[in-house]
Nanobody, 117 residues
Framework: QVQLVESGGGLVQAGGSLRLSCVASGRTFSGYTRGWFRQAPGKEREFVASITWNSGTTYYADSVKGRFTISRDNAKSTLYLQMNSLKPEDTAVYYC??????????WGQGTQVTVSS
């Protein structure tokens, strides 16, 4: 059984930083693209960032480019999202996911990030 577990969310003031982590277990996902998504209250889930597991190629939503950094630790099968210069509009539940084939088919339970103004 595949399991993704996020951690690192919390309450932070605007301008602050947080680092999210996502550990995958239950299966080897070497070579699969992994991503971070978020969903704010009343809004649809949106893409934040992704990374190809082997090459480390990264992609970012325009709204977080220059502030967030996605990375991975292959040995620990852990995905990270370093979030700097946080804004109130970054407040959301953040999810990690693994792309298996054409879509993201494996999801974590989410971690809440709240940025106060």
């Amino acid at each position: 059984q595949v399991q993704l577990v996020e951690s690192g969310g919390g309450l932070v003031q605007a301008g602050g930083s947080l680092r999210l982590s996502c550990v995958a277990s239950g299966r080897t996902f070497s070579g699969y693209t992994r991503g971070w998504f978020r969903q704010a209250p009343g809004k649809e889930r949106e893409f934040v960032a992704s990374i190809t597991w082997n090459s480390g190629t990264t992609y970012y939503a325009d709204s977080v480019k220059g502030r967030f950094t996605i990375s991975r630790d292959n040995a620990k099968s852990t995905l990270y999202l370093q979030m700097n210069s946080l804004k109130p509009e970054d407040t959301a539940v953040y999810y990690c996911a693994i792309r298996d084939g054409a879509g993201y088919n494996y999801w974590g339970q989410g971690t809440q990030v709240t940025v106060s103004s």
